[in-house]
């Protein structure tokens, strides 16, 4: 037999291994939980037997899987596993009033068992039970924490959702569900993803046929949210008014809307796009047939959608910021300004993240021209998305922007408005020392010699030049004497 010969892995020992270092891990989670109520000193009241009856109706982690007879790549389910183990272990919740906190995750497996446990301790299991059970009851009776660990783990879902979800191919969309795992009696939860495809339409538009997508809105347990309006409400020109109007959305609409709100992420927008059909505010046209709906971001004003009735379908085509033509601050901004759609683009003042930056929201003079145009939402934004750490790195060129706006005549106006500041100038002038002003007198009296001929009257000017008048003649007079002389003295 050849020394060199591997020895055989025992895989049952490793396994066995693995399962201690496992449930070792799961009491340190129920030992921390303990801490965080208040309740440390039960550990050592907990009997080895107990602890084993802990174990058995432990929650397991949270686990990810796709619905039974629906569809999702592999790829992007190991992404969301990925992503929500993350979330799982950032959200935290607070386990008794004004106390410390713990993950979501320890809160799932371990909080959740302590709450089984609890419900399951009789005063003749143990010799402790009792003293057990009494010391536990405070964090069982707190249903708040309950709640906020539920809230979180919804908006986790919902999130991850609108970020999964493309809204002209599929949309995705989370249910939960408890399990029970055999052969112990473990339990937990599981999250399983659904998905639905939009429908599809072609519409001709100006003689042009084009592609939409139904407007459907992933929710939470409930799945896609289609959008339809009502054509009374609204006075949609279609052949039933009581009827609702069916909302499609073409591709194009989606990426501008992305591209004209670039400072915030694809999920928020998809989440407000909801938001604003909730209650649609809209202006419909009568005479060029168009739809403006306005959209809100974080519930203030950015823009709106342009859409067209077509049948009995309402098709959004694109979304115009709200700086932009054909919108009423638009129209209203060119009036007062001149600027026309090539200088908006070049600009940037079609994007919302050039009014996020230091320079426009600081600059009054530029303020007061879109206040006036009627877009003074936009530098209300400016301070919720601070407040939520939306980080803008653009620097806007604000003596550009000042420039085409024709500002020059407008700073005079507005620095004469603004008397506060005025008067701080003033005082601050009238602060100087009084030793300045015998050496400005001298230099005022030097530049009045230097420019006394320009101060000069028009009389006196007209004296001097005069007074040079007979000279110049005497000089011409000599010199034409002295050249008729030497012509003389040649002929001879």
Not at 35 to 54: M, Q, S, T, Y
Not at 246 to 266: F, G, W
Not at 391 to 410: F, M, P, Q, R, V
């Amino acid at each position: 037999m050849s020394k060199n010969k591997k020895k055989r892995t025992n895989t049952h020992k490793l396994d066995k291994v693995a399962k201690a270092q496992q449930k070792n891990e799961y009491f340190r989670k129920i030992r921390k939980v303990l801490d965080v109520i208040g309740c440390g000193h039960l550990w050592a009241l907990l009997f080895p037997r107990e602890l084993e009856v802990i174990y058995s109706v432990r929650c397991q982690a949270i686990n990810i899987t796709v619905a039974e007879n629906d569809f999702m790549p592999a790829g992007k389910l190991k992404w969301i596993r990925r992503l929500v183990s993350a979330m799982l272990k950032r959200y935290e919740v607070e386990l008794i009033p004004h106390g410390k906190t713990v993950d979501l995750d320890t809160y799932f497996t371990a909080a959740t068992t302590l709450i089984i446990y609890y419900q399951t301790i009789e005063p003749e299991d143990f010799k402790y039970a009792t003293k057990v059970k009494s010391a536990l009851e405070p964090f069982f009776e707190q249903r708040l924490h309950a709640y906020e660990a539920w809230e979180h783990l919804k908006q986790i879902a919902s999130i991850t959702g609108l970020m999964m979800s493309d809204l002209t191919k599929r949309v995705y969309w989370a249910t939960t569900g408890l399990h029970i795992a055999k052969p112990d009696i473990s339990t937990g939860y599981h999250i399983y993803w659904h998905s639905a495809v939009p429908d599809r339409t072609y519409v001709y538009i100006k003689g042009e046929k084009h592609l939409a997508y139904r407007l459907g809105l992933p929710e939470f347990k409930t799945g896609p949210k289609w959008v339809s309006i009502a054509a009374g409400t609204h006075n949609l020109p279609v052949g039933d008014a009581e009827k609702d109007v069916e909302v499609y959305i073409q591709e194009h609409a989606l990426r501008r809307l992305s591209e004209r709100n670039d400072c915030v992420s694809r999920e928020t927008l998809l989440r407000d796009l909801n938001h604003s059909f909730e209650n649609p505010k809209m202006q419909y046209d009568a005479k060029t047939g168009k739809v403006l709906i306005e959209f809100y971001l974080y519930k203030i004003k950015t823009g709106y959608f342009l859409g067209s009735v077509c049948g009995n379908k309402l098709i959004l085509r694109t979304f115009l910021f709200i700086t932009y033509v054909n919108t009423p601050e638009g129209n209203l901004l060119r009036k007062n300004t001149g600027l026309k759609k090539n200088e908006i683009e070049f600009l940037e003042l079609d994007k919302l993240s050039t009014f996020m930056t230091v320079e426009i929201q600081e600059n009054k003079h530029i303020k007061h021209i879109f206040v006036e145009a009627g877009c003074r939402s936009l530098y209300s934004l400016y301070k919720i998305l601070k407040e939520k750490n939306v980080t803008i790195t653009k620097h806007a060129n604000t003596s550009l922007i000042e420039d085409y706006l024709g500002l020059d005549l407008t700073k005079e106006y507005l620095e004469e408005e603004d008397e506060p500041e005025t008067e701080e100038v003033e005082d601050e002038l009238d602060d100087e020392s009084d030793d300045t002003l015998p050496h400005t007198q001298q230099e005022e009296q030097e530049t009045k010699e230097a420019f006394s001929w320009k101060k000069s009257s028009w009389k006196k000017r007209i004296f001097i030049v005069l007074a040079f008048v007979p000279v110049v003649v005497v000089a011409v007079f000599f010199v034409a004497v002295v050249w008729i002389v030497r012509k003389i003295r040649k002929k001879k």
